[in-house]
């Protein structure tokens, strides 16, 4: 059986065996040699670019352990928003629609996801994307965890001054 998160026997297990039960932070749990309730989560192996003073037209690549469900990532046809917010994006502290800012498209083998600006994203501004855990594998296991890229703009470059 699979569970997601904590099994609902997590407590029990830990009042029972204190310290020899383990959490693995794939999911699944180690109880004295036995591994127990285990699942192959999907997780982020890459994300580019990365760091400060971005160009305002950068793509973000991120590549993932396994296959993702594109129905996790992208809307529904006839929508021009996902169900849920599995990708959310921050400038300047501020949450803004990421569908208005950015575009997505995944690889045919839906192991690599890549953003795209819409237009050309603000000159010298702080951006927090973050990859929530509603992100689900093909086979229908969530990201353990979300996952934040962040990254600063250029600054403009005006020849007026």
Same mark, same amino acid.
């Given at each position: 059986?699979?569970?997601y998160?904590?099994?609902p026997w997590?407590?029990?297990?830990?009042?029972l065996?204190g310290?020899?039960?383990?959490?693995?932070?794939r999911?699944?749990?180690?109880?004295?040699?036995?591994?127990?309730?285990?699942?192959?989560?999907?997780?982020?192996?890459?994300?580019?670019?990365? @760091?400060?003073?971005?160009?305002?037209?950068?793509?973000?690549?991120?590549?993932?352990?396994?296959?993702?469900?594109? @129905?996790?990532?992208?809307?529904?046809? @006839?929508?021009?928003?996902?169900?849920?917010?599995?990708?959310?994006?921050?400038?300047?502290?501020?949450?803004?629609?990421?569908?208005?800012?950015f575009?997505?498209?995944l690889?045919?083998?839906?192991?690599?996801?890549?953003?795209?600006?819409?237009?050309?994203?603000n000159?010298?501004?702080?951006y927090?994307?973050?990859?929530?855990?509603r992100?689900?594998?093909?086979?229908?296991?969530?990201?353990?965890?979300?996952?934040?890229?962040?990254?600063t703009?250029?600054?403009?470059?005006?020849?007026?001054?």
């Open positions: 059986m699979n569970f998160g904590d099994p997590q407590r029990f297990m830990d009042r065996f310290t020899k039960v383990w959490r693995l932070d999911g699944g749990v180690y109880i004295g040699g036995i591994l127990l309730d285990y699942y192959n989560a999907p997780e982020i192996v890459s994300k580019i670019p990365q @760091g400060d003073l971005l160009k305002t037209i950068s793509n973000i690549t991120i590549v993932f352990s396994k296959s993702i469900d594109k @129905g996790s990532i992208m809307p529904p046809l @006839g929508s021009l928003y996902p169900q849920w917010k599995s990708i959310e994006v921050y400038m300047n502290g501020d949450e803004v629609p990421f569908y208005e800012y575009r997505v498209s690889s045919s083998d839906g192991k690599i996801l890549t953003i795209y600006p819409n237009y050309h994203l000159y010298g501004s702080v927090r994307i973050v990859l929530t855990n992100i689900r594998g093909s086979d229908g296991t969530k990201l353990i965890k979300s996952y934040d890229l962040w990254f703009t250029e600054k403009e470059n005006r020849l007026d001054q």
